[in-house]
């Protein structure tokens, strides 16, 4: 009976004290019942559901870059995490907390709406050793304010560990040199942009006032463009770092241009911390392959509605198309003659657009599309009761013609072949790009069916 009623004392301490979990700079204690979702750069902890339809949720950020101001950290948290995301316009004035281990805290409360529902945003930022990590939590429950009590004064945040670094040694790989010369770029710029040369960089300006290119003197490169892209983008961008608080917005394309040059595009959110503030935009990278040296092109734009976001603007589509260089020689073959035959879909395979491109040069679309018989995934049949598909196409570089068989119209686009990387996954695609007299550019991009 001792032995038992020991082992219960035991049980019941150990209950008490329950175990902290560890992320990134910190550890807590999760409230009891609560959910936790792990992803790479949070945790999520949601509170158990229950009869009155309310909610407590709270995001913990992993740390990142400090600006070694608590107010400056708070603020841009709060921009990236509660206006951005949860488009609350009121920016509360940071309440100065207690230190946790030698972190400064701050942190601000805002009132919104969320479906119909009355609810609070809550943002806490922990500043110190030029870090800064933050959590928020969204809410709805008025019994929530206990819970999280609880919650924050469970809070360990580590301190970290001091080290002395040696500055890295110069490396030759990826080193910006001018071997090249900007006379050897030829392009068009988009209509209303204007162009300006300097000894080290040709700039183009886009109308908007937000958006702008730039053409840098060809580099010597490794041979891999992806091993490349990692330092010409940081160099190009100097002084700023991906941002935190838009992690989705990194997308990668890479293909081959009909002329042959191979060429890598990366574009991402990022920051830069300016006059004590930080600046938000979106910053791209395209480096051309042309033998044993590259083309580096810059691109810098605002925000989404910048005339350098290709899902509502051709800007970069018609410069893109309009690119050369001089003095390149290129492939034989058309790498895009080979890469288009095959069964393109956009939206579903249902079909609300979709196309096959059949290596005898004829095409169909729509309807054609499900009643087309082949001899091969990739060859519609000739000899069928006079049914070639609806028509015939022909491509001469990057502008592929297509004819209609019946109504002998020709609709030409300029044409692109390329894989994206997006979301975590990448699509293979080809983007049509259609340029009518009078009216705006747009690109029609479908992605391949797979067999």
């Not at 702008?212 to 160099?235: I, V």
């Not at 990057?398 to 119209?409: E, G, M, P, R």
């Not at 259609?434 to 009216?439: C, I, R, V, Y």
Request: aromatic content about 12%.
């Amino acid at each position: 009976m001792k032995n038992i009623f020991l082992l219960l004392l035991l049980v019941a301490s150990l209950t008490g004290r329950a175990q902290k979990t560890d992320f990134d700079i910190a550890s807590f204690k999760i409230p009891g019942g609560w959910k936790k979702e792990l992803k790479n750069d949070l945790v999520i902890l949601n509170a158990p559901e229950n009869k009155n339809n309310t909610f407590c949720i709270i995001t913990v950020y992993k740390s990142i870059g400090g600006s070694g101001e608590a107010v400056s950290d708070f603020q841009a948290a709060w921009k990236g995490l509660v206006t951005d995301r949860l488009s609350i316009t009121e920016t509360p004035a940071a309440e100065k907390g207690e230190p946790v281990n030698g972190w400064s805290t701050n942190t601000g409360t805002a009132a919104f709406s969320i479906q119909g529902t009355n609810a609070v945003a809550m943002l806490t930022t922990f500043s110190g050793y030029n870090k800064a990590m933050s959590i928020l939590v969204i809410t709805n429950d008025p019994a929530s304010p206990q819970t999280l009590d609880n919650f924050f004064n469970s809070i360990d945040l580590k301190k970290p560990a001091v080290t002395k670094t040696e500055p890295a040694p110069a490396s030759t790989a990826g080193a910006l040199v001018t071997p090249g010369s900007l006379s050897d770029y030829t392009f068009t710029a988009p209509p209303g942009w204007t162009t300006a040369k300097s000894t080290s960089e040709i700039t183009l300006s886009g109308p908007d006032k937000q958006s702008t290119l730039s053409l840098l003197p060809m580099a010597a490169g490794s041979g891999n463009l992806e091993t490349d892209m990692q330092s010409f983008f940081w160099q190009v961008f100097d002084g700023f770092e991906k941002d935190p608080y838009n992690p989705d917005h990194h997308i990668i394309t890479k293909g081959v241009s009909h002329q042959g040059w191979n060429y890598r595009k990366e574009e991402m959110g990022i920051r830069k911390m300016v006059n004590g503030n930080y600046i938000h935009i979106y910053g791209f990278v395209m480096l051309v392959q042309l033998g044993n040296q590259v083309a580096i092109i810059a691109g810098s734009f605002a925000n989404s509605g910048s005339l350098l976001w290709e899902i509502t603007n051709a800007d970069w589509l018609l410069f893109f198309h309009s690119l050369s260089f001089k003095n390149y020689k290129g492939t034989a073959v058309n790498p895009l003659q080979q890469s288009l035959p095959g069964k393109w879909f956009t939206g579903s395979y249902s079909g609300i657009l979709t196309y096959t491109f059949a290596a005898n040069g004829h095409y169909a679309n729509g309807a054609a599309f499900s009643t087309t018989r082949e001899v091969s995934a990739y060859q519609l049949l000739e000899k069928t009761t006079s049914f070639v598909g609806d028509g015939t196409y022909t491509l001469k570089g990057n502008i592929l013609t297509l004819t209609n068989a019946d109504t002998k119209k020709t609709v030409v686009y300029q044409l692109r072949i390329y894989d994206q990387f997006q979301y975590g996954g990448w699509t293979h695609h080809i983007g049509m790009l259609s340029t009518p007299a009078g009216g705006k550019p747009y690109e029609v991009t479908l992605v391949i069916q797979k067999e």
